[in-house]
Structure formats: structure tokens, C-alpha cells
């Protein structure tokens, strides 16, 4: 990792600075320095982000992802609602 003390204003290009942040099961997080964005890469699909938002995306996964397990376990409580309930 090298660091660039001459910092061009280009919004993005190939002499970006990048970061490997994280790469696992398909999706990859770069974060670029020089743009300060952070892409979120998502199997073919690439989105970019502020760095802020990842944080609260993180929030959001994790809500989903309790409320995935949640629903899982009732399911599997109750075989005879199986159905999920809208939950406001
Ligand atoms: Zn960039």
C-alpha cells in the first residue's frame, strides 16, 4: 500500500487509491481514498456509498438478518402457522 501525497481531484479513475475493506460469499467492499466512497460490489452489480452509510447499512443487515431468524424460529415452533405474519 502506497501512499499518494499529490492528491488529483479526479472523482474516479485508474489511479484510485483502493482498499480491499472486505470480500466474502460474492459481495466485495472496496473503499477508495480519493474519491472517499466506498463500492459495494454485489456479484455483477457495483454501488457506490459514503463511507457513513455502510455503517448504517450494517445496522439494517444485522436488524434483517435477526428478524430472518426470528421468523425461522417461530416457523419452526408453530409448523401449523408456518405462514409469516405482516409485521409493522
Ligand atoms: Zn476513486
Known amino acids: 500500500?502506497?501512499?499518494k501525497l499529490n492528491r488529483s481531484r479526479v472523482k474516479s479513475g485508474p489511479d484510485c487509491e483502493k482498499i480491499?475493506?472486505?470480500?466474502?460469499?460474492?459481495?466485495r467492499l472496496i473503499y477508495?481514498?480519493?474519491?472517499q466512497v466506498v463500492e459495494l460490489e454485489i456479484g455483477a452489480v457495483c454501488v457506490r456509498l459514503c463511507p457513513d452509510v455502510i455503517q448504517r447499512m450494517?445496522?439494517?443487515m444485522?436488524?434483517?438478518s435477526l428478524e430472518l431468524e426470528h421468523l425461522a424460529?417461530?416457523?419452526n415452533k408453530l409448523p401449523?402457522?408456518?405462514?409469516?405474519?405482516m409485521i409493522h
Open 1 to 3: 500500500m502506497q501512499n
Open 20 to 27: 480491499e475493506l472486505a470480500d466474502s460469499c460474492g459481495v
Open 32 to 35: 477508495c481514498q480519493d474519491c
Open 58 to 60: 450494517a445496522n439494517v
Open 62 to 64: 444485522m436488524k434483517a
Open 73 to 75: 424460529a417461530v416457523s
Open 80 to 85: 401449523t402457522q408456518a405462514r409469516p405474519q
